[in-house]
C-alpha cells in the first residue's frame, strides 16, 4: 500500500529535550515536506526537500532541522523544543509538477 | 508569505443543501489544490485546478478556479454527512514555483444528519 508513515503519533517531552520524528514514503517520491497545523493558522510549512540532500526553508523552520540521506526518509529534528513547538505535525511526499501531496497520519506533539 | 484567505470558518447545514465555501488570495497562484481533512487523519486531495477560469467536478463537489487565478470556490450539491471535514485550500505561488505551497487556514464543514 502506497503510503506516508510518522512515527510516533504522540509525543509529550519536555523542554530542552531533543527529539526526532520520523517520516518515510514508499512511492518513490523525490519531494517530502514537513509541515504544522495550529489552531487559526491553518497549515505551515516548515521544510520541504525537492530530493536527496536538497532541503530549503518553509515559511517556519525557526527551531527545526532537518536531513534527507535517502530518498525514502526525511525526519524531522527538534534540538531544543520549547512550548510553542507545540502543534499537529504532518510529513508529505509529492511528485510531477503540480507537487500534490501525500500526507502522513500527523504527530502530536506537547513541549511542557 | 502569500496568504490564502478561506470562508467562512465554519459550517454547520442540514443533510441535502447546498453550500460553497470561498478561498481568496491578493496573490496569483500558477495552481490551487483543494483537500479535505477528517479528525485525527492527514489531509487528504480532492481536485488541482491549474487554468484560469477552470471547473473540475467530483461527483458532488464542484470546483472552480478564479479567472485571474487569485481564488477558488468549492461548492457542494446536496451534500450529506460524508462530507464532513475541514476544507483547506493550497496554492502553489507563482512567485516560488508550486514546490512551495501556501495552505489557506481552512473551512471546517459540518453536515447535520
Known amino acids: 500500500e502506497a503510503q506516508v508513515t510518522q512515527n510516533p503519533r504522540y509525543l509529550i517531552t519536555v523542554t530542552g529535550k531533543k527529539l526526532t520524528v520520523t517520516c518515510s514514503q514508499n512511492?518513490?517520491?523525490?519531494?517530502m515536506s514537513w509541515y504544522r497545523q495550529d489552531p487559526g493558522l491553518g497549515l505551515r510549512q516548515i521544510y520541504y526537500?525537492?530530493?536527496?540532500?536538497?532541503?530549503d526553508k518553509g515559511d517556519v523552520p525557526e527551531g527545526y532541522k532537518v536531513s534527507r540521506k535517502e530518498k525514502r526518509n526525511f525526519p524531522l529534528i527538534l534540538e531544543s523544543p520549547s512550548p510553542n513547538q507545540t502543534s499537529l505535525y504532518f510529513c508529505?511526499?509529492?511528485?510531477?509538477?503540480?507537487?500534490?501531496?501525500?500526507f502522513g497520519p500527523g504527530t502530536r506533539l506537547t513541549v511542557t | 508569505t502569500q496568504l490564502l484567505e478561506q470562508s467562512p470558518q465554519f459550517l454547520s447545514i442540514q443533510e441535502g443543501e447546498n453550500l460553497t465555501v470561498y478561498c481568496n488570495s491578493s496573490?496569483?497562484?500558477?495552481?490551487l489544490q483543494w483537500y479535505r481533512q477528517e479528525p485525527g487523519e492527514g489531509p487528504v486531495l480532492l481536485v488541482t485546478?491549474?487554468?484560469?477560469?477552470e471547473v473540475k467536478k467530483l461527483k458532488r463537489l464542484t470546483f472552480q478556479f478564479g479567472d485571474a487565478r487569485k481564488d477558488s470556490s468549492l461548492h457542494i450539491t446536496a451534500a450529506q454527512p460524508g462530507d464532513t471535514g475541514l476544507y483547506l485550500c493550497?496554492?502553489?505561488?507563482?512567485?516560488?514555483?508550486?514546490?512551495?505551497?501556501?495552505f489557506g487556514t481552512g473551512t471546517r464543514l459540518t453536515i447535520i444528519p
Open positions: 508529505a511526499s509529492s511528485y510531477g509538477e503540480l507537487y500534490e501531496q501525500y
Open positions: 512511492m518513490n517520491h523525490e519531494y
Open positions: 526537500s525537492m530530493n536527496v540532500e536538497v532541503t
Open positions: 496573490s496569483v497562484f500558477s495552481s
Open positions: 485546478v491549474v487554468t484560469g477560469g
Open positions: 493550497a496554492g502553489g505561488g507563482s512567485n516560488f514555483g508550486n514546490e512551495k505551497l501556501t
